[in-house]
């Protein structure tokens, strides 16, 4: 497949286009913000697959690791977008996902967005500059940082309309939402935390979405499921 990254032609990101989600890993107190203190952070290690295991070859990964990679150093260097041309007909589905940023192990920015309308690529360039520059909890990452950035990515199932009885802890990640406030843990925070179920969810509620601690067991409240496939710069 021919990949080829290019600088040149970079058009310089719009911030209202890529429509991102707040992060779904709160912060380590002292970690840059106030506020109560929030559950762990995920491991590298850490591998949590859609339904489908298949979804992405080790070299599709590969590939999107090499872009959220080129894509962060190119745009903190110079305010562009790298374009990006590729023949693998995978990394054009409309996929969401997520991209963190880590420094020396401790997070340092994650924005993501479900569901979008343009390819997957392209959705992990735009989360990936977004992480690096418009994570609010974080000023943007600097020139300096660059060797010290290490790259996941979590590629996402379509969201789902379930209940809290469904859920499967380091399974399922999940989304709630009552009118305008919304707010998203990836599976990945309940394997690293060992929460239970009351204790995600609460926490999913009061700290990600602004709601009651027990909002999730009100009817008023929707909750969507979803699945990730992680991956991580080795």
């Not at 106030?34 to 590969?62: F, I, N, V």
């Not at 998203?184 to 509620?205: H, K, R």
Request: aromatic share 8%; glycine share 8%; net charge negative.
């Amino acid at each position: 497949n021919a990949i080829v990254f290019s600088s040149d032609e970079g058009a310089s990101l719009n911030a209202h286009s890529a429509q991102p989600e707040a992060s779904p890993y709160p912060l380590k107190r002292g970690a840059g913000t106030g506020g109560a203190k929030p559950p762990a952070e995920p491991s590298r290690g850490t591998d949590t697959r859609p339904d489908d295991d298949e979804l992405l070859s080790p070299g599709e990964k590969k590939v999107l690791l090499e872009l959220a990679r080129n894509t962060v150093e190119t745009y903190v260097k110079t305010g562009k977008m790298p374009t990006f041309q590729h023949s693998d007909p995978v990394l054009d589905q409309p996929l969401g996902a997520f991209v963190t940023l880590k420094k020396q192990g401790r997070l340092r920015g994650c924005i993501g967005r479900f569901e979008p309308n343009i390819p997957l690529y392209r959705v992990v360039q735009e989360m990936a500059v977004a992480a690096a520059t418009q994570d609010s909890r974080f000023s943007p990452v600097s020139v300096s940082e660059l060797d010290d950035i290490e790259v996941e990515i979590s590629v996402l199932s379509p969201l789902r309309k379930g209940t809290w009885q469904e859920i499967e802890l380091g399974k399922h990640g999940v989304q709630v939402v009552r009118g305008f406030r919304r707010g998203v843990f990836l599976p990945q925070v309940a394997t690293e935390t060992g929460w239970d179920l009351d204790t995600f969810m609460g926490n999913l509620c009061s700290h990600k979405a602004g709601l009651p601690y027990d909002a999730w067991k009100d009817p008023k409240t929707d909750i969507y499921l979803f699945t990730a496939h992680v991956f991580h710069e080795e």
